[in-house]
């Protein structure tokens, strides 16, 4: 068992105030386990999506089948495809029946690096790409990590995909947290839930 297999968060740190659980996200580690590999980053980037009275929200509107993991129990992935071609990965935060989830936007990269190189097609450049470019943004962390529809609705306590606390090594030194408004959404763009790893290259966006 690795170190990041013994240091999962457990289910309770996702069973508290999404705008808290975006915080507390960052410095963590997100861990994807595939047959072509495992990779993973740490979280310098997310945004919180809360409730029906939240515009933004997937539930704004209602419960349907493309958010119905969002009604579900805390500790679980959120995984959706958009603008056609970009998977998302949101950890599903609150109590039962309560919508709300963090969407991971950005990771620095710390292990599978030459994989996810491969996956983002990175290698195929004539220059190294730059390591912070590998998962600089939440479509791009997907592909990096292969992350898609077939993890929506996993618990974070599984073999495949989870969360984890960093190991001293690769911990980020103490920082402060920028909280900006939202980006790339077309309404409740005014509320400040973006939050993210001040001066970390590895951000999608200052």
């Given at each position: 068992?690795?170190?990041?297999?013994?240091?999962?968060?457990?289910?309770?740190?996702?069973?508290?105030?999404?705008?808290?659980?975006?915080?507390?996200?960052?410095?963590?580690?997100?861990?994807?386990?595939?047959?072509e590999g495992s990779a993973a980053g740490l979280i310098v980037e997310?945004?919180?999506?809360?409730?029906?009275?939240?515009?933004?929200?997937?539930?704004?509107?209602?419960?349907?089948?493309?958010?119905?993991?969002?009604?579900?129990?805390?500790?679980?992935?959120?995984?959706?495809?958009?603008?056609?071609?970009?998977?998302?990965?949101?950890?599903?935060?609150?109590?039962?029946?309560?919508?709300?989830?963090?969407?991971?936007?950005?990771?620095?990269?710390?292990?599978?690096?030459?994989?996810?190189?491969?996956?983002?097609?990175?290698?195929?450049?004539?220059?190294?790409?730059?390591?912070?470019?590998?998962?600089?943004?939440?479509?791009?962390?997907?592909?990096?990590?292969?992350?898609?529809?077939?993890?929506?609705?996993?618990?974070?306590?599984?073999?495949?995909?989870?969360?984890?606390?960093?190991?001293?090594?690769?911990?980020?030194?103490?920082?402060?947290?920028?909280?900006?408004?939202?980006?790339?959404?077309?309404?409740?763009?005014?509320?400040?839930?973006?939050?993210?790893?001040a001066e970390n290259r590895c951000v999608s966006r200052r």
């Amino acid at each position: 068992m690795t170190y990041f297999e013994q240091h999962k968060l457990p289910p309770e740190f996702y069973n508290a105030p999404t705008l808290e659980v975006a915080q507390q996200l960052l410095g963590m580690v997100l861990v994807c386990h595939t047959y072509e590999g495992s990779a993973a980053g740490l979280i310098v980037e997310t945004e919180g999506y809360v409730g029906q009275g939240d515009p933004a929200c997937h539930a704004y509107k209602g419960r349907t089948p493309r958010n119905e993991t969002m009604w579900g129990a805390p500790g679980h992935a959120y995984v959706y495809f958009t603008y056609g071609n970009h998977w998302m990965f949101n950890t599903v935060t609150e109590r039962n029946d309560f919508p709300a989830a963090a969407l991971v936007r950005a990771l620095q990269p710390v292990a599978g690096l030459d994989l996810m190189r491969q996956r983002r097609r990175l290698d195929e450049l004539k220059v190294k790409p730059e390591e912070r470019n590998l998962a600089n943004g939440p479509g791009k962390l997907t592909a990096a990590l292969g992350i898609n529809g077939t993890l929506n609705g996993l618990g974070l306590q599984s073999e495949t995909l989870f969360i984890a606390q960093p190991p001293p090594e690769i911990r980020l030194p103490s920082f402060q947290i920028v909280s900006t408004t939202r980006i790339g959404i077309s309404q409740g763009q005014d509320l400040p839930w973006r939050y993210y790893v001040a001066e970390n290259r590895c951000v999608s966006r200052r």
